[in-house]
């Protein structure tokens, strides 16, 4: 399984970006997907994840209210639609499968490359 994130890019404090995870391939233990981040000098932090079937979703709680996920089974694709975004929120965005949704990345075997969303004040 490859996973490429897309969509990244400079946006002013209370504008909103897309993020894309576009997938080729499938296993058992890629059904879920998440989105991660990591910020300079942070550590990698969960955002959201979404199952195969679209009913179990999970957000971090700086993200709830904000930012929503979806997915495309026919296109193989999962989006990260980031509203109201703050300066914090700038970092490496990563999507990655799993076999699962859970917060925690290790349990997450597929990366993708990231990509870079910065918040302007």
């Known amino acids: 399984v490859q996973l490429q994130a897309s969509g990244g890019g400079l946006v002013q404090a209370g504008g909103s970006l897309r993020l894309s995870c576009a997938a080729s391939g499938r296993t058992k233990s890629s059904d879920a997907t998440g989105w991660f981040r990591q910020a300079p000098g942070k550590e990698r932090e969960f955002v959201a994840a979404?199952?195969?079937?679209?009913?179990?979703?999970e957000f971090a709680d700086s993200v709830k209210g904000r930012f929503t996920i979806s997915r495309d089974n026919s296109k193989n694709t999962v989006d990260l639609q980031m509203n109201s975004l703050l300066p914090e929120d700038t970092a490496v965005y990563y999507c990655?499968?799993?076999?699962?949704?859970?917060?925690?990345?290790?349990?997450?075997?597929?990366w993708g490359q990231g990509t870079l969303v910065t918040v302007s004040s």
């Open positions: 979404i199952s195969w079937s679209g009913g179990s979703r």
């Open positions: 990655a499968a799993g076999p699962w949704v859970t917060t925690k990345w290790i349990a997450y075997d597929y």
